[in-house]
Protein backbone atom coordinates (compact mmCIF):
# COMPACT_ATOMS: atom_id res chain seq x y z
CA UNK A 1 0.00 0.00 0.00
CA UNK A 2 1.57 3.72 -1.05
CA UNK A 3 2.35 5.58 2.16
CA UNK A 4 -0.55 7.60 3.02
CA UNK A 5 -0.17 11.63 4.41
CA UNK A 6 -0.57 12.42 7.28
CA UNK A 7 -3.99 14.31 7.91
CA UNK A 8 -4.07 17.58 8.30
CA UNK A 9 -4.85 19.42 11.33
CA UNK A 10 -5.39 23.12 12.35
CA UNK A 11 -4.19 24.65 15.64
CA UNK A 12 -6.54 24.08 17.98
CA UNK A 13 -5.06 26.60 21.06
CA UNK A 14 -6.47 29.61 18.38
CA UNK A 15 -9.89 28.37 18.10
CA UNK A 16 -12.96 27.40 20.55
CA UNK A 17 -13.44 24.17 21.43
CA UNK A 18 -16.25 22.61 19.83
CA UNK A 19 -19.28 22.55 20.87
CA UNK A 20 -20.84 19.76 23.06
CA UNK A 21 -21.53 16.64 20.93
CA UNK A 22 -25.70 16.91 21.85
CA UNK A 23 -25.92 20.86 20.79
CA UNK A 24 -23.95 19.38 17.46
CA UNK A 25 -26.05 16.57 16.47
CA UNK A 26 -29.13 19.18 17.25
CA UNK A 27 -27.59 21.46 14.93
CA UNK A 28 -27.69 18.25 12.39
CA UNK A 29 -31.14 17.56 13.30
CA UNK A 30 -32.56 20.87 12.47
CA UNK A 31 -30.75 20.75 9.23
CA UNK A 32 -31.72 17.30 8.27
CA UNK A 33 -35.66 18.10 8.70
CA UNK A 34 -35.01 20.77 6.43
CA UNK A 35 -33.53 18.73 3.77
CA UNK A 36 -36.17 16.40 4.10
CA UNK A 37 -38.61 19.06 3.09
CA UNK A 38 -37.29 19.90 0.29
CA UNK A 39 -36.91 16.06 -1.20
CA UNK A 40 -41.04 15.66 -0.12
CA UNK A 41 -41.42 18.93 -2.56
CA UNK A 42 -39.08 17.99 -4.63
CA UNK A 43 -40.22 14.09 -5.39
CA UNK A 44 -43.60 13.72 -4.94
CA UNK A 45 -43.67 14.67 -8.87
CA UNK A 46 -42.66 10.84 -9.02
CA UNK A 47 -46.24 9.57 -7.89
CA UNK A 48 -48.21 11.84 -10.25
CA UNK A 49 -46.80 10.67 -13.62
CA UNK A 50 -50.01 9.77 -15.00
CA UNK A 51 -52.48 12.62 -13.78
CA UNK A 52 -50.01 15.18 -15.40
CA UNK A 53 -50.21 13.58 -18.22
CA UNK A 54 -53.94 13.02 -18.77
CA UNK A 55 -54.74 16.94 -17.03
CA UNK A 56 -51.31 18.29 -18.56
CA UNK A 57 -51.45 16.76 -21.99
CA UNK A 58 -47.85 16.05 -21.94
CA UNK A 59 -45.50 13.47 -22.44
CA UNK A 60 -42.79 10.80 -20.65
CA UNK A 61 -39.98 13.14 -21.63
CA UNK A 62 -42.01 16.56 -20.79
CA UNK A 63 -42.51 15.01 -16.94
CA UNK A 64 -39.13 13.81 -16.90
CA UNK A 65 -38.19 17.70 -17.31
CA UNK A 66 -40.58 18.74 -14.86
CA UNK A 67 -39.08 16.32 -12.57
CA UNK A 68 -35.29 16.62 -12.56
CA UNK A 69 -34.21 19.04 -15.69
CA UNK A 70 -36.10 21.87 -14.46
CA UNK A 71 -34.82 22.25 -11.07
CA UNK A 72 -31.27 20.89 -11.56
CA UNK A 73 -30.54 23.72 -14.01
CA UNK A 74 -31.60 26.74 -11.86
CA UNK A 75 -30.60 25.31 -8.77
CA UNK A 76 -26.44 24.45 -10.22
CA UNK A 77 -26.59 28.27 -12.16
CA UNK A 78 -27.93 29.97 -8.31
CA UNK A 79 -25.63 27.37 -6.34
CA UNK A 80 -22.62 28.78 -7.39
CA UNK A 81 -23.26 32.65 -5.71
CA UNK A 82 -25.07 31.03 -2.80
CA UNK A 83 -22.20 29.04 -2.28
CA UNK A 84 -20.00 32.15 -2.36
CA UNK A 85 -22.46 33.67 0.36
CA UNK A 86 -22.18 30.52 2.63
CA UNK A 87 -18.26 31.45 2.79
CA UNK A 88 -19.15 34.89 3.89
CA UNK A 89 -22.63 35.82 5.27
CA UNK A 90 -25.30 34.11 7.75
CA UNK A 91 -25.27 30.47 6.71
CA UNK A 92 -28.62 29.95 8.69
CA UNK A 93 -30.45 32.89 7.22
CA UNK A 94 -29.51 31.77 4.02
CA UNK A 95 -30.91 28.19 4.77
CA UNK A 96 -34.38 30.04 5.89
CA UNK A 97 -34.88 32.11 3.21
CA UNK A 98 -34.50 29.28 0.71
CA UNK A 99 -36.90 27.15 2.90
CA UNK A 100 -39.76 30.03 2.44
CA UNK A 101 -39.06 30.34 -1.66
CA UNK A 102 -39.10 26.57 -2.63
CA UNK A 103 -41.85 25.83 -0.05
CA UNK A 104 -44.57 28.81 -1.68
CA UNK A 105 -43.05 27.65 -4.94
CA UNK A 106 -44.16 23.98 -4.32
CA UNK A 107 -47.63 25.59 -3.20
CA UNK A 108 -47.65 27.51 -6.64
CA UNK A 109 -47.37 24.02 -8.12
CA UNK A 110 -51.03 22.82 -6.86
CA UNK A 111 -52.57 25.53 -9.43
CA UNK A 112 -50.73 25.77 -12.14
CA UNK A 113 -53.15 24.66 -14.95
CA UNK A 114 -50.43 23.77 -18.06
CA UNK A 115 -47.03 22.78 -18.84
CA UNK A 116 -45.49 26.09 -18.68
CA UNK A 117 -47.20 27.16 -15.01
CA UNK A 118 -45.99 23.60 -13.89
CA UNK A 119 -42.45 24.49 -15.32
CA UNK A 120 -41.91 27.98 -14.01
CA UNK A 121 -43.19 26.93 -10.89
CA UNK A 122 -40.43 24.19 -10.48
CA UNK A 123 -38.07 26.24 -12.01
CA UNK A 124 -38.47 28.13 -8.25
CA UNK A 125 -38.22 25.33 -6.56
CA UNK A 126 -34.65 24.45 -7.87
CA UNK A 127 -34.00 28.39 -7.40
CA UNK A 128 -35.02 28.19 -3.06
CA UNK A 129 -32.93 24.54 -2.60
CA UNK A 130 -30.17 25.75 -4.25
CA UNK A 131 -29.70 27.71 -0.58
CA UNK A 132 -29.73 25.03 1.51
CA UNK A 133 -26.73 22.77 1.12
CA UNK A 134 -23.47 24.82 0.18
CA UNK A 135 -24.59 26.76 3.63
CA UNK A 136 -25.39 23.17 5.51
CA UNK A 137 -22.14 21.66 4.57
CA UNK A 138 -20.18 24.49 5.62
CA UNK A 139 -22.28 24.49 9.32
CA UNK A 140 -21.79 21.20 10.04
CA UNK A 141 -18.33 20.61 9.01
CA UNK A 142 -17.68 23.70 11.70
CA UNK A 143 -19.48 21.50 14.50
CA UNK A 144 -17.86 18.29 14.12
CA UNK A 145 -13.94 17.01 14.05
CA UNK A 146 -12.79 15.74 11.02
CA UNK A 147 -12.95 12.25 11.71
CA UNK A 148 -16.58 12.56 12.53
CA UNK A 149 -17.47 14.59 9.75
CA UNK A 150 -18.48 11.18 7.51
CA UNK A 151 -20.96 10.10 9.73
CA UNK A 152 -22.19 13.68 10.70
CA UNK A 153 -23.04 14.12 6.79
CA UNK A 154 -24.36 10.77 6.20
CA UNK A 155 -27.18 12.01 8.67
CA UNK A 156 -27.70 14.86 7.43
CA UNK A 157 -28.01 13.13 3.92
CA UNK A 158 -30.26 10.89 5.68
CA UNK A 159 -33.10 13.78 4.49
CA UNK A 160 -32.96 13.32 1.11
CA UNK A 161 -34.42 9.39 2.06
CA UNK A 162 -37.00 10.01 4.64
CA UNK A 163 -37.88 13.20 2.79
CA UNK A 164 -38.30 11.20 -0.75
CA UNK A 165 -39.57 8.88 1.05
CA UNK A 166 -42.48 10.46 3.08
CA UNK A 167 -43.28 12.29 -0.73
CA UNK A 168 -44.16 8.53 -1.88
CA UNK A 169 -45.83 7.37 1.40
CA UNK A 170 -47.72 10.50 2.50
CA UNK A 171 -48.33 11.11 -1.43
CA UNK A 172 -49.82 7.46 -1.51
CA UNK A 173 -52.32 8.30 1.35
CA UNK A 174 -53.26 11.81 -0.20
CA UNK A 175 -53.66 10.54 -3.03
CA UNK A 176 -56.21 7.93 -1.79
CA UNK A 177 -58.17 10.24 0.56
CA UNK A 178 -58.48 13.35 -2.41
CA UNK A 179 -59.46 10.50 -5.21
CA UNK A 180 -62.55 10.50 -3.04
CA UNK A 181 -63.41 13.30 -5.44
CA UNK A 182 -63.10 13.98 -9.31
CA UNK A 183 -62.63 17.76 -7.98
CA UNK A 184 -62.17 19.78 -5.00
CA UNK A 185 -63.12 23.95 -4.58
CA UNK A 186 -60.57 25.25 -2.24
CA UNK A 187 -61.33 28.97 -1.01
CA UNK A 188 -58.68 31.72 -2.90
CA UNK A 189 -57.73 28.81 -5.62
CA UNK A 190 -61.20 27.37 -6.75
CA UNK A 191 -61.52 24.01 -8.12
CA UNK A 192 -58.18 21.82 -8.16
CA UNK A 193 -57.68 18.18 -9.23
CA UNK A 194 -56.54 15.76 -6.53
CA UNK A 195 -53.18 15.28 -7.76
CA UNK A 196 -52.96 19.88 -7.14
CA UNK A 197 -54.56 19.02 -3.67
CA UNK A 198 -51.07 17.45 -2.80
CA UNK A 199 -48.92 20.05 -3.80
CA UNK A 200 -50.58 22.37 -1.55
CA UNK A 201 -50.66 20.02 1.49
CA UNK A 202 -47.21 19.38 0.71
CA UNK A 203 -45.54 22.87 0.58
CA UNK A 204 -47.27 24.69 2.80
CA UNK A 205 -46.00 22.81 6.06
CA UNK A 206 -42.17 24.16 5.21
CA UNK A 207 -43.02 27.65 5.52
CA UNK A 208 -43.84 27.04 9.41
CA UNK A 209 -40.30 25.35 9.73
CA UNK A 210 -38.64 28.06 8.97
CA UNK A 211 -38.15 29.87 12.24
CA UNK A 212 -36.89 26.94 13.72
CA UNK A 213 -33.66 27.25 12.31
CA UNK A 214 -32.85 30.02 13.89
CA UNK A 215 -32.52 28.30 17.25
CA UNK A 216 -29.40 27.09 15.75
CA UNK A 217 -26.48 28.95 16.14
CA UNK A 218 -23.67 30.10 13.88
CA UNK A 219 -20.20 28.55 14.73
CA UNK A 220 -16.63 29.73 14.76
CA UNK A 221 -15.54 29.40 11.34
CA UNK A 222 -12.64 26.86 11.85
CA UNK A 223 -9.36 26.32 10.06
CA UNK A 224 -9.05 29.84 8.83
CA UNK A 225 -5.56 31.23 8.90
CA UNK A 226 -5.96 34.73 7.85
CA UNK A 227 -7.96 37.68 8.87
CA UNK A 228 -10.68 36.84 5.65
CA UNK A 229 -13.21 34.69 6.15
CA UNK A 230 -13.30 34.07 3.01
CA UNK A 231 -11.05 34.09 -0.35
CA UNK A 232 -11.58 35.39 -3.15
CA UNK A 233 -13.98 33.62 -6.38
CA UNK A 234 -10.85 33.58 -8.46
CA UNK A 235 -8.27 31.75 -6.03
CA UNK A 236 -11.06 29.39 -5.18
CA UNK A 237 -11.42 27.96 -8.62
CA UNK A 238 -7.91 28.21 -8.81
CA UNK A 239 -7.06 25.96 -6.15
CA UNK A 240 -10.11 23.64 -7.66
CA UNK A 241 -8.58 23.74 -10.73
CA UNK A 242 -4.97 22.91 -9.28
CA UNK A 243 -6.95 19.73 -8.31
CA UNK A 244 -9.13 19.11 -11.75
CA UNK A 245 -7.53 15.43 -11.66
CA UNK A 246 -9.58 14.26 -7.99
CA UNK A 247 -12.23 16.91 -8.75
CA UNK A 248 -12.64 15.51 -12.34
CA UNK A 249 -12.80 12.05 -11.01
CA UNK A 250 -14.87 13.25 -8.09
CA UNK A 251 -17.83 14.79 -9.25
CA UNK A 252 -17.98 12.73 -12.13
CA UNK A 253 -17.88 9.87 -10.37
CA UNK A 254 -20.06 10.50 -8.30
CA UNK A 255 -22.56 12.51 -10.52
CA UNK A 256 -22.84 8.74 -12.61
CA UNK A 257 -23.95 7.17 -9.45
CA UNK A 258 -26.55 10.60 -8.84
CA UNK A 259 -27.61 10.09 -12.06
CA UNK A 260 -28.71 6.13 -11.39
CA UNK A 261 -30.25 6.91 -8.05
CA UNK A 262 -32.38 9.92 -9.38
CA UNK A 263 -33.32 7.88 -12.49
CA UNK A 264 -34.75 5.12 -10.20
CA UNK A 265 -36.60 7.46 -7.49
CA UNK A 266 -38.60 9.25 -10.77
CA UNK A 267 -39.24 5.86 -12.35
CA UNK A 268 -39.20 2.81 -9.89
CA UNK A 269 -43.51 4.10 -9.39
CA UNK A 270 -43.85 3.59 -12.81
CA UNK A 271 -42.00 0.27 -13.06
CA UNK A 272 -44.15 -0.87 -10.96
CA UNK A 273 -47.46 0.44 -11.86
CA UNK A 274 -46.75 -0.72 -15.83
CA UNK A 275 -45.49 -3.86 -15.20
CA UNK A 276 -47.19 -5.23 -12.50
CA UNK A 277 -50.08 -3.11 -12.55
CA UNK A 278 -49.91 -1.51 -8.44
CA UNK A 279 -52.36 1.31 -7.72
CA UNK A 280 -50.60 4.80 -6.93
CA UNK A 281 -51.59 4.53 -3.39
CA UNK A 282 -50.23 1.09 -2.79
CA UNK A 283 -46.77 2.06 -4.67
CA UNK A 284 -46.50 5.13 -2.46
CA UNK A 285 -46.87 3.28 0.86
CA UNK A 286 -44.49 0.68 -0.60
CA UNK A 287 -41.73 2.29 -1.79
CA UNK A 288 -42.05 5.16 0.87
CA UNK A 289 -41.60 3.06 3.48
CA UNK A 290 -38.84 1.23 1.85
CA UNK A 291 -36.41 4.32 0.73
CA UNK A 292 -36.95 5.74 4.48
CA UNK A 293 -35.79 2.54 6.41
CA UNK A 294 -33.52 1.24 3.56
CA UNK A 295 -32.18 4.82 1.62
CA UNK A 296 -31.28 6.48 5.53
CA UNK A 297 -29.58 3.04 6.41
CA UNK A 298 -27.62 3.66 3.06
CA UNK A 299 -26.39 7.40 3.79
CA UNK A 300 -25.89 7.25 7.04
CA UNK A 301 -24.00 3.44 6.97
CA UNK A 302 -21.81 4.38 4.03
CA UNK A 303 -20.43 7.49 5.85
CA UNK A 304 -19.64 5.24 9.07
CA UNK A 305 -18.03 2.68 6.89
CA UNK A 306 -15.85 5.47 5.50
CA UNK A 307 -15.21 6.96 9.20
CA UNK A 308 -14.20 3.64 10.19
CA UNK A 309 -11.92 2.98 7.49
CA UNK A 310 -10.24 6.76 7.90
CA UNK A 311 -9.38 6.04 11.35
CA UNK A 312 -7.00 2.76 9.84
CA UNK A 313 -5.67 5.07 8.04
CA UNK A 314 -7.16 4.97 4.88
CA UNK A 315 -7.72 8.98 3.62
CA UNK A 316 -9.64 7.83 0.94
CA UNK A 317 -11.75 6.18 2.57
CA UNK A 318 -15.21 8.48 0.52
CA UNK A 319 -13.66 7.87 -2.82
CA UNK A 320 -12.95 4.19 -2.44
CA UNK A 321 -16.48 3.26 -0.77
CA UNK A 322 -18.23 5.00 -3.98
CA UNK A 323 -16.65 2.84 -6.15
CA UNK A 324 -17.77 -0.33 -4.07
CA UNK A 325 -21.16 1.27 -4.09
CA UNK A 326 -20.96 1.44 -7.86
CA UNK A 327 -19.81 -2.39 -8.27
CA UNK A 328 -22.31 -3.64 -5.91
CA UNK A 329 -25.44 -1.89 -7.43
CA UNK A 330 -24.58 -2.86 -11.29
CA UNK A 331 -25.98 -7.03 -10.09
CA UNK A 332 -28.65 -5.48 -7.70
CA UNK A 333 -30.00 -3.53 -10.59
CA UNK A 334 -29.98 -6.44 -13.04
CA UNK A 335 -31.86 -8.34 -10.35
CA UNK A 336 -34.14 -5.52 -9.63
CA UNK A 337 -35.44 -5.08 -12.96
CA UNK A 338 -35.64 -8.46 -14.72
CA UNK A 339 -37.53 -10.03 -11.47
CA UNK A 340 -40.26 -12.33 -12.70
CA UNK A 341 -42.95 -11.01 -10.37
CA UNK A 342 -43.97 -7.90 -7.88
CA UNK A 343 -42.73 -10.03 -5.16
CA UNK A 344 -39.38 -10.68 -6.25
CA UNK A 345 -38.83 -6.55 -7.34
CA UNK A 346 -40.00 -5.66 -3.89
CA UNK A 347 -37.21 -7.84 -2.26
CA UNK A 348 -34.52 -6.70 -4.68
CA UNK A 349 -36.01 -3.15 -4.29
CA UNK A 350 -34.69 -3.13 -0.78
CA UNK A 351 -30.91 -3.19 -1.34
CA UNK A 352 -31.42 -1.14 -4.38
CA UNK A 353 -32.76 1.73 -1.89
CA UNK A 354 -29.23 1.10 0.36
CA UNK A 355 -27.29 1.76 -2.98
CA UNK A 356 -29.08 4.19 -4.37
CA UNK A 357 -28.79 6.44 -1.10
CA UNK A 358 -25.46 5.43 -0.32
CA UNK A 359 -23.15 7.99 -1.94
CA UNK A 360 -24.93 11.23 -1.19
CA UNK A 361 -22.97 11.37 2.58
CA UNK A 362 -19.53 10.04 1.23
CA UNK A 363 -19.49 12.49 -1.52
CA UNK A 364 -19.79 15.99 -0.13
CA UNK A 365 -17.91 14.70 3.13
CA UNK A 366 -15.37 14.18 0.61
CA UNK A 367 -14.94 17.47 -0.67
CA UNK A 368 -15.13 19.13 2.86
CA UNK A 369 -12.02 16.73 3.82
CA UNK A 370 -9.71 18.34 0.55
CA UNK A 371 -10.72 21.83 0.93
CA UNK A 372 -9.78 24.83 3.01
CA UNK A 373 -12.27 26.13 5.01
CA UNK A 374 -12.67 29.43 3.73
CA UNK A 375 -13.34 27.85 0.32
CA UNK A 376 -15.66 25.09 1.00
CA UNK A 377 -18.98 26.63 0.44
CA UNK A 378 -17.88 27.30 -3.50
CA UNK A 379 -16.55 23.81 -3.86
CA UNK A 380 -19.53 22.65 -2.16
CA UNK A 381 -21.52 24.37 -4.61
CA UNK A 382 -19.40 23.34 -7.73
CA UNK A 383 -20.06 19.83 -7.07
CA UNK A 384 -23.50 20.62 -6.55
CA UNK A 385 -23.50 22.21 -9.71
CA UNK A 386 -22.17 19.02 -11.53
CA UNK A 387 -24.12 16.48 -9.34
CA UNK A 388 -27.07 18.10 -10.00
CA UNK A 389 -26.95 18.51 -13.43
CA UNK A 390 -25.73 14.97 -14.12
CA UNK A 391 -27.69 13.63 -11.64
CA UNK A 392 -31.33 15.09 -11.36
CA UNK A 393 -30.71 16.76 -14.79
CA UNK A 394 -30.39 13.84 -16.97
CA UNK A 395 -31.05 10.72 -14.85
CA UNK A 396 -35.17 10.72 -14.85
CA UNK A 397 -35.12 12.23 -18.57
CA UNK A 398 -32.11 9.77 -19.74
CA UNK A 399 -35.11 6.77 -18.73
CA UNK A 400 -38.26 8.50 -20.29
CA UNK A 401 -35.88 9.37 -23.65
CA UNK A 402 -35.37 5.65 -23.76
CA UNK A 403 -39.02 4.35 -22.93
CA UNK A 404 -40.00 6.95 -25.55
CA UNK A 405 -37.53 6.49 -28.64
CA UNK A 406 -35.49 3.18 -27.91
CA UNK A 407 -37.82 0.94 -26.70
CA UNK A 408 -40.97 2.83 -27.61
CA UNK A 409 -43.55 1.10 -25.75
CA UNK A 410 -44.43 2.38 -22.02
CA UNK A 411 -44.17 -1.37 -20.24
CA UNK A 412 -40.89 -1.17 -20.97
CA UNK A 413 -39.62 1.13 -19.10
CA UNK A 414 -37.78 -1.50 -16.60
CA UNK A 415 -35.28 -1.95 -18.93
CA UNK A 416 -34.50 1.57 -19.39
CA UNK A 417 -34.32 1.88 -16.06
CA UNK A 418 -31.73 -0.95 -16.12
CA UNK A 419 -29.97 0.66 -19.42
CA UNK A 420 -29.13 3.75 -17.93
CA UNK A 421 -28.48 2.43 -14.09
CA UNK A 422 -25.91 -0.33 -15.56
CA UNK A 423 -23.99 2.19 -17.57
CA UNK A 424 -23.89 4.99 -15.34
CA UNK A 425 -22.76 2.54 -12.40
CA UNK A 426 -20.05 0.98 -14.25
CA UNK A 427 -18.81 4.53 -15.53
CA UNK A 428 -18.97 6.17 -12.12
CA UNK A 429 -16.86 2.67 -10.94
CA UNK A 430 -14.10 3.57 -13.45
CA UNK A 431 -13.77 6.95 -12.31
CA UNK A 432 -13.91 6.78 -8.69
CA UNK A 433 -11.39 4.25 -8.90
CA UNK A 434 -9.44 6.24 -10.97
CA UNK A 435 -9.65 9.30 -8.33
CA UNK A 436 -7.98 7.40 -5.51
CA UNK A 437 -4.16 8.20 -5.91
CA UNK A 438 -5.37 11.82 -7.20
CA UNK A 439 -7.31 12.55 -3.92
CA UNK A 440 -4.26 11.61 -1.57
CA UNK A 441 -2.14 14.18 -3.76
CA UNK A 442 -5.19 16.84 -3.11
CA UNK A 443 -4.78 15.64 0.64
CA UNK A 444 -1.45 16.54 0.57
CA UNK A 445 -1.68 19.93 -1.26
CA UNK A 446 -3.78 20.95 1.09
CA UNK A 447 -1.09 20.21 3.62
CA UNK A 448 1.32 22.43 1.65
CA UNK A 449 -1.40 25.57 1.25
CA UNK A 450 -2.20 25.71 5.11
CA UNK A 451 1.54 25.41 5.95
CA UNK A 452 2.01 28.34 3.45
CA UNK A 453 -1.14 30.53 4.79
CA UNK A 454 -0.18 29.83 8.31
CA UNK A 455 3.66 31.14 7.72
CA UNK A 456 1.99 34.48 5.63
Same mark, same amino acid.
Given at each position: ???????????Q?????? /?????????? #?? *??????????D??????????? &???????????? @???????????????????????? &???????????? !???????????? &??????????????? #? =??? *????????????? /??????????????? @??????? +? !??????????????????????? =??????V????????????? /??????R =??????L????????????????????????????G????????????????????? +????D??????????????????????????????????????????????????????????????? #?????????????A?????????? @??????? +???????????F??? *??????????????????????????????????????? #?????? +????? !????????? &???? =?????
Amino acid at each position: MPAQPAPVSTPQSTEPPY /PSRRYAWYVV #GV *LTLVYVFSFIDRQILSLLVRPL &RRDLGITDTQVS @ILMGFSIAVFYTICGIPLGRLADT &RSRRSIVAGGLV !FWSIFTSLCGVA &RNFMQMLLCRIGVGV #G =EAA *LSPSAYSLITDYF /PREQLGTAIGVYSMG @IYIGAGL +S !FLLGGIVIRLASVKDAWILPLVG =EVRPWQVIFLAVGLPGILVA /PLIYTIR =EPVRRGLLRQASSVPAAEAFRYMLEQKGTFLCHTLGFGLLALASYASSAWVPEYFRR +SFHWDIPHIGIVYGSLVIVFGSLGVAGAGKIADLLRKRGILNANMRVGMWIALIGIPVCLLLYLAPSS #GWATLWLAPGCIVAAAPFGIAPAA @IQQMMPN +SMRGQASAVYLFIIN *LIGLGLGPTAVALCTQYVFKRDDAVNLSLLAVQVTAMSL #GAILLG +SGLKP !FLRSLERLG &RWTS =EQRSA
